[in-house]
C-alpha cells in the first residue's frame, strides 16, 4: 500500500518546486507524474483548502496552504488518512528546510527535499502496527457507515411499499364495506319484492275465491 509520487508547487505560477517518486513502489512506473501536476494546477487556486481526485487505480490528494500546494498519488488500498497526514508531515518538514521567502525557491534549490521525501514515503507507506491497527478500524467504520446508509434506503424504500399496501388495503376495506351496504339494500328490496307477490298472490286467491261463492250463492250470498 505504497504512496508513489508526491510533488510541491508554489501557487502564484505553480512552478513545480520538487517532484519525487517512490522507486521502492513497483506501481511508479505505471503511473503518469504528468497527471499529478496537471490537477495539482487546477486546485491550487484555492489556498488553504484539501481536495481528492482519482487517476486510474490511483487515488490523489492535494493540499494547498497560502503559498504552496501539496499533492500525492497513492494506491488505491491506502486509507485517505494516511495520505492526508503524509501532506501534513511534508508541508512541515519542507518549512523547516526552507526558511527564505516562497517566491526565492527553485526547483534546483529544493532537490535536497527529495531524499526527506522518499524517506516519508517508506515511512507511510509501511506503517508500523498501530497505525495498521487504526487505518483498519478506519476502513471498517467506513464500511459500517455505508452499510448502514444502504440499510436506511432499503427500509426507507421498504416503507414506501409498505404505505402502498397499506393504501391499497384501505381501498379494498372501504369497497368490502360498500359492496356489504349494497347487499344488504338489494337483500331487503328482494324481501320486499317476494313480499309483494306473496300479498297480490293471497289476494288473487280470496279474489277468486269470492267471486266463485257470488256466482254459487249470489251476490248477497242468500241463496247458500
Not at 497527471?35 to 492535494?62: C, D, I, M, W, Y
Not at 339494500?185 to 313480499?195: A, G, L, N
Request: charged share 25%.
Amino acid at each position: 500500500m505504497p504512496i508513489v509520487c508526491a510533488a510541491v508547487a508554489r501557487r502564484d505560477g505553480l512552478d513545480v518546486l520538487n517532484l519525487t517518486t517512490n522507486l521502492q513502489a513497483e506501481s511508479s512506473s505505471s503511473f503518469d507524474t504528468g497527471v499529478l501536476v496537471q490537477q495539482l494546477a487546477s486546485v491550487a487556486g484555492k489556498p488553504n483548502s484539501r481536495n481528492t481526485g482519482v487517476h486510474e487505480s490511483f487515488n490523489l490528494f492535494f493540499l494547498t496552504t497560502d503559498e504552496l500546494a501539496w499533492a500525492c498519488a497513492v494506491e488505491s488500498d491506502v486509507h485517505k488518512k494516511t495520505a492526508n497526514d503524509f501532506l501534513d508531515s511534508a508541508k512541515k518538514y519542507f518549512a523547516r528546510m526552507y526558511t527564505e521567502p516562497v517566491h526565492m525557491l527553485r526547483e534546483e534549490t529544493c532537490s535536497e527535499f527529495t531524499s526527506v521525501v522518499r524517506e516519508m514515503m517508506e515511512k507511510y507507506s509501511t506503517p508500523d502496527a498501530g497505525r495498521q491497527a487504526i487505518d483498519k478500524i478506519n476502513r471498517d467504520l467506513d464500511d459500517v457507515r455505508e452499510t448502514m446508509a444502504q440499510n436506511i434506503d432499503k427500509v426507507l424504500e421498504r416503507g414506501e411499499k409498505l404505505d402502498f399496501v397499506v393504501g391499497q388495503a384501505e381501498e379494498l376495506e372501504d369497497t368490502a364495506v360498500s359492496f356489504h351496504k349494497a347487499t344488504k339494500r338489494v337483500k331487503r328490496k328482494m324481501w320486499w319484492s317476494h313480499m309483494k307477490f306473496k300479498l297480490l298472490v293471497a289476494a288473487g286467491v280470496v279474489f277468486v275465491a269470492l267471486l266463485i261463492a257470488m256466482m254459487s250463492c249470489g251476490p248477497t250470498f242468500k241463496d247458500c
